[in-house]
């Protein structure tokens, strides 16, 4: 069964710094990677979606990497603003599908400050 | 495109009630997928469609939650007798099958509270 797990649960940073959020899986037969972003009692919105055979993907101040053997993935947030405080949600969906099934992470609860 | 609707966005109810939620994906879109999101917790995957067939149900679907999305638009998600185990907020996805990134688009969630 695959798990996922982000690190660290909560970080609360000064505006401006750069900082890297943490994912790891267990199970490497993955589809792909995606990124979301979670505001409070809302949705989630898609920042970046990784294929298995890629290495990052990279939006604006937004750069994600995948290591697809080591069951890794990071993003890579620059030059941190308040408006970027919000949950980030890291899922992984399962080799074999087209990406159905996502299974997510708990979550980085983001907090910067102004 | 308007994106992903929920209706209603929040739902109290009392333990034993029946409760429907409906999802409108994304026009183009033929995957529809519902998820369920307790606090503190990330979403868990609780079925999917793919047109108006259900492809998959989690273990978490029990009995008492059914799923349909009968002309292969929007979806409806029915909890019967609720239980307080069954308050979180429950997500709806969509995407588009064959696409290259198969991103999934959700929706605001319906936040629901059984007393």
């Known amino acids: 069964k695959q798990e996922v797990t982000q690190i660290p649960a909560a970080l609360s940073v000064p505006e401006g710094e750069n900082l890297v959020l943490n994912c790891s899986f267990t199970?490497?037969?993955?589809?792909?990677l995606q990124w979301f972003r979670q505001d409070p009692g809302k949705g989630l919105t898609s920042l970046l979606l990784?294929?298995?055979?890629?290495r990052e993907q990279t939006s604006g101040r937004l750069n994600a990497s995948l290591d697809k053997s080591s069951g890794r993935s990071t993003l890579y947030i620059a030059a941190s603003q308040p408006g970027d405080s919000a949950t980030y949600l890291c899922?992984?969906?399962?080799?074999?599908?087209?990406?159905?099934?996502?299974?997510f992470g708990t979550g980085t609860r983001l907090a910067v400050r102004p | 495109d308007t994106g992903v609707s929920q209706d209603p966005r929040h739902k109290i109810t009392k333990r034993g009630q029946n409760v429907t939620f409906r999802c409108d994906p994304i026009?183009?879109?033929?995957?529809l997928y519902w998820y369920r999101q307790t606090l503190g917790q990330g979403p868990e995957f609780l079925t999917y469609?793919?047109?108006?067939?259900?492809?998959?149900k989690s273990r978490l679907l029990s009995d008492r939650f059914s799923a349909e999305r009968p002309k292969g638009s929007f979806s409806t998600l029915e909890i019967q007798r609720t239980e307080q185990g069954d308050s979180a907020m429950y997500l709806c996805?969509?995407?588009?099958?064959?696409?290259?990134?198969?991103?999934?688009?959700f929706g605001p969630g319906t936040r629901l509270t059984v007393l």
């Open positions: 899922a992984v969906s399962p080799l074999g599908s087209s990406g159905d099934k996502l299974t």
């Open positions: 199970d490497s037969a993955i589809y792909n």
């Open positions: 469609f793919q047109n108006e067939a259900q492809l998959e």
């Open positions: 026009s183009e879109h033929n995957r």
């Open positions: 990784i294929q298995s055979s890629q």
């Open positions: 996805a969509s995407s588009r099958s064959g696409a290259l990134k198969d991103t999934q688009y």
